[in-house]
């Protein structure tokens, strides 16, 4: 099953080699990493999409916390949350398939971000899953390029999303004597 | 107040309390060794890096202070890698410093340029690059802030040169300002009570004491929960002195090389209290058929470590220490005179199979010879090892009564790291009996520290136990591979003779009467001394649970 966690660090350098290196050094498979930055400066925040049955999200999470830069960690699977890809794509484009894409573009409410000769590129942003839908149907057309962004996710509303991890932020979470 | 990078790294060290370091000096360092003299710290001139690392540690895991270092940049930087990495295994707190190239030539290959940083970040705690002067006392108290607390380690600074001898204003805050660093202490009450309620169901306990009761400093803590719920305690290699010895509750050491009955008892166990250990395949043996009845209640600082190598029932995030102090008036006494008696006909077999139980037979055993040091130093000397047979023997036979005595390479498993972590540990208790316990392919891996000792008069007692093999890996060519030798047979120097080229009295005892002259001898003798025994060369460390096997699978010695 597909996991999201974020992560809010230090927005220092080599804080993005620390995370790398870490789930390097630990075996780590990742499906997606999207770091940026915040509505405050000295914070970037990193989405990490992976497969729960390749790792144990809880022990990511835990090894994130060992990280000296990472100050929080929340995991927003199965939460209520908006997560976000998106996606730019180069399609063949000859004269006879340019209404095609183009009303398929629309179907997705993807927009048709430059047109060349031979092709045009596609812009789309949504789930995943959207995106992979847009992706199989341009397929037969003749994919080019592509390029993702990989997840970015937020919390609806004012909760946050699940902490794993006991005694990471300090007294055993709050809860404890 | 003005001063240079390198002064304010002096004058924060100092306020960290450092007044020992231990390094080696290069272009690249030259202004932080320079600004060193003005200040109350003595240095040891080692004699390559990775003895300067070793030494740092060993002071840090005599003294429970940090240890610092100084290297300079490139080749200075890499030879301290596996004294980094060692104490990283192992938690050992340490700060490093590292001489790095004027800032405006990184990256461009400059001479003695090496990225250091990028080369330790996966073996330090945490690593920092300095630029500037004004980062220089913010990033010192952080250093020694985080090598000291939670579960401590190594921390690097790569301090480039222009930064050391750029002057600023100095300005030292104690606070330190880490906003994704909070090392945990108190563990939650809903989970102490979970813990509680299994240890009063529990009818074969086991407590399991690792490096963190020594660590956090939890010995008196362990011993009222050990006795007040009547729990026998097996302990790790670095958690050996946690418990005494000679208590009728210790099972002394578990795992690979651990005492049978300390295993049959683990593997027997319904439930399991591991305290401040991390489930090291060497204490475990094969993990699917590790401790198949026990509930497991995991007593840990570093969140990471719970569920990593064996999940557990109660996991109990948080400092030692204070974890035990909040549980104990919780729980109930208990008895378990049952499991106890069974535990007794395990330990009285392991006991005739003892070689210690042995007649003379004229020829000199390793474990003999410990023993005799035992004895000899009345078990209260600080004994360091390399890594292999001897070490073992040494965790086996010198029996740790008290915590911080026992100075060894556990989880990285450091040939080389005895004579230097030897010294090391002599600074950090020049009062006490030191002595380095070492094989003779572990000695020579860092024999060159010998002058670092004759420089300092480190008053450091060595026993080479030389079997003319690199003894471990023959042994396991002995159980594994058909006795086929690769590599293992190793002639080695006239040990007497090497220390003579250093002025160091020497003597070699070659027969068991003469074991007892000969540590005498060197009790007697002021400064360093070297002892080399000269043991028989095919004996083997038993018990041995094989590489992966199951924990109570382990090959006995055989029955004389």
Redesign the interface.
């Known amino acids: 099953m597909q996991h999201t966690l974020f992560a809010l660090v230090e927005n220092r350098p080599g804080v993005l080699n620390r995370v790398a290196s870490l789930f390097r050094r630990r075996n780590f498979n990742i499906e997606s990493l999207n770091v940026g930055r915040t509505e405050t400066p000295d914070i970037s925040r990193m989405t990490i999409v992976m497969d729960s049955k390749d790792v144990d999200v809880r022990i990511v999470e835990a090894n994130l916390y060992k990280l000296v830069n990472v100050i929080d960690v929340q995991d927003v699977t199965n939460q209520p949350a908006v997560a976000r890809d998106l996606a730019l794509i180069k399609v063949k484009a000859d004269p006879e398939h340019r209404g095609e894409i183009t009303s398929l573009a629309s179907i997705f409410r993807a927009k048709i971000v430059d047109v060349a000769p031979d092709s045009v590129i596609v812009e789309i942003a949504g789930t995943e899953d959207k995106i992979e839908s847009l992706v199989e149907l341009l397929r037969p057309i003749g994919i080019l390029e592509m390029v993702r962004t990989g997840q970015v996710a937020m919390m609806r509303g004012t909760g946050a999303g699940v902490r794993h991890t006991p005694g990471a932020h300090g007294n055993g979470n709050g809860k404890s004597h | 107040m003005k001063k240079t990078g390198a002064e304010i790294m002096w004058e924060c060290m100092v306020r960290e309390g450092v007044d020992v370091a231990f390094g080696y000096p290069g272009g690249s360092i030259m202004p932080v060794h320079d600004a060193m003299l003005n200040y109350p710290v003595h240095h040891v001139l080692t004699r390559h890096e990775q003895g300067a690392a070793h030494m740092a540690d060993g002071y840090a895991r005599a003294s429970g202070k940090v240890g610092v270092v100084l290297a300079t940049s490139g080749p200075g930087a890499t030879n301290l890698v596996t004294g980094i990495a060692t104490a990283m295994m192992d938690s050992s707190p340490m700060v490093c410093i590292t001489g790095q190239v004027h800032s405006h030539l990184i990256g461009g290959d400059a001479f003695q340029e090496t990225d250091v ?2 080369i330790t ?2 073996i330090t ?2 690593n920092y ?1 300095i630029t500037r002067a004004d980062e220089v006392a913010q990033v010192v108290r952080e250093a020694f802030h ?1 090598a000291r607390s939670g579960r401590p380690g190594p921390v690097l600074i790569d301090f480039c040169k222009n930064a050391q001898i750029e002057v600023t204003e100095f300005k030292y805050s104690e606070e330190v300002s ?14 102490l009570e979970k813990a509680v309620e299994l240890i009063a169901k529990s009818e074969r306990p086991v407590i399991l004491a690792g490096h963190g009761v020594l660590m956090s400093g939890a010995m008196e803590e362990l011993q009222i929960l050990a006795v007040k719920t009547q729990t026998p305690v097996a302990m790790t290699l670095l958690g050996l002195g946690g418990l005494p010895a000679s208590h009728e509750l210790s099972l002394g050491m578990m795992g690979m090389h651990g005492e049978a009955y300390a295993n049959n008892a683990i593997q027997n166990s319904d439930l399991i209290l591991a305290l401040g250990m991390r489930f090291d395949d060497r204490v475990t043996g094969n993990l699917r058929t590790y401790a198949p009845r026990a509930r497991k209640i995991h007593v840990e ?4 470590e ?3 190598n064996v999940t557990v029932d109660v ?1 109990l ?2 400092d030692l220490k204070t974890v035990l102090t ?1 549980m104990i008036p919780m729980l109930d006494e208990y008895e378990h005179e049952t499991w106890m008696e069974q535990i007794a006909g395990w330990k009285a077999e392991a006991e005739d199979r003892s070689i210690m139980s042995w007649p003379d037979d004229g020829k000199l055993y390793t474990a003999h010879a410990i023993r005799a040091l035992w004895n000899a130093t009345n078990g209260d000397s600080i004994v360091a090892t390399g890594v292999g047979q001897h070490q073992m023997w040494a965790a086996q036979y010198y029996h740790f009564e008290l915590p911080y005595r026992l100075v060894t390479s556990g989880g990285a498993g450091t040939m080389g790291f005895g004579l230097p972590s030897a010294i090391g540990a002599w600074f950090a208790h020049k009062e006490k009996e030191v002595w380095l316990i070492d094989g003779d392919g572990s000695f020579q891996m860092t024999q060159a520290e010998l002058s670092t000792a004759v420089q300092e008069g480190a008053n450091v007692k060595i026993a080479i136990m030389n079997n003319n093999f690199l003894g471990m890996v023959r042994q396991w060519q002995e159980f594994f591979f058909d006795k086929r030798y690769a590599a293992t047979p190793m002639t080695g120097p006239d040990f007497t003779k090497i220390a003579d080229a250093h002025g160091i009295p020497a003597r070699l005892v070659t027969k068991p009467e003469e074991v007892f002259d000969a540590f005498t001898f060197a009790q007697e003798t002021p400064g360093p001394v070297v002892l080399e025994f000269r043991v028989e060369k095919e004996e083997a460390v038993y018990p041995m649970v094989p590489s992966g096997a199951d924990l109570d699978d382990m090959i006995r010695r055989p029955v004389r």
């Open positions: 940083t990028g970040l996966p705690k945490h690059l985080i880490l906003p994704g660093y909070k090392p945990p202490k108190h563990a939650p009450v809903a989970d600082i570093d969140p990471s719970v569920h990593k996991p995030v948080g909040d």
